[in-house]
C-alpha cells in the first residue's frame, strides 16, 4: 500500500517548474516509493522462502512467474523517474529549482501510470494464485 500511496502522490504533485516544497516531496514520495519497494521485495522473498506454502508451490505456478515479471519491470520503469528526482537534488541543493518541462512531466506521468497498472495488477494474480489457478 505505502507503494501505491507514493506513486499516487507523485502523480497527483507532478507539474511542470514545480516550486520548491513540491520537488523537495517528490524527491521524498520518491524515497519512501524506494523504501517499500525493497521491503515488499524481501518480505515476498521470506514468503516463498521461510513461510507460506513452500518454494516449491510458488515455483511450479506460472502466476508466480508473472508475479515476479511484473514486480521486476515495475521496479525497473520506476528507475527513470528516480534518477530524474536524484538530478533534481543537485539545482535544490544549490538554492534553485531543476527545470521541468511539459515534456518531462508527461513522460514521468505514463510512467507512473504503468507503474499503478502494474501494482494495481499484483494482488489480483495473488489472489488467483491463493485459489489455485495455474496448478494445473
Known sequence: MLCFGALIYERVTLRSNPNREESISLVIADIIYGIAGIALLVSGIYRVTKFGHGSEFYTQNPIFWAKIIIFALVGSL????????VLWAIPLSKGSLPQVTE????????????????????????????RGVGLG
Open 78 to 85: 520506476s528507475l527513470y523517474p528516480t534518477i530524474t528526482y
Open 103 to 130: 515534456k518531462l512531466v508527461s513522460r514521468l506521468r505514463l510512467i507512473i501510470n504503468i507503474e499503478l497498472l502494474g501494482f494495481a495488477s499484483i494482488p489480483l494474480l495473488a489472489t488467483l494464485m491463493a
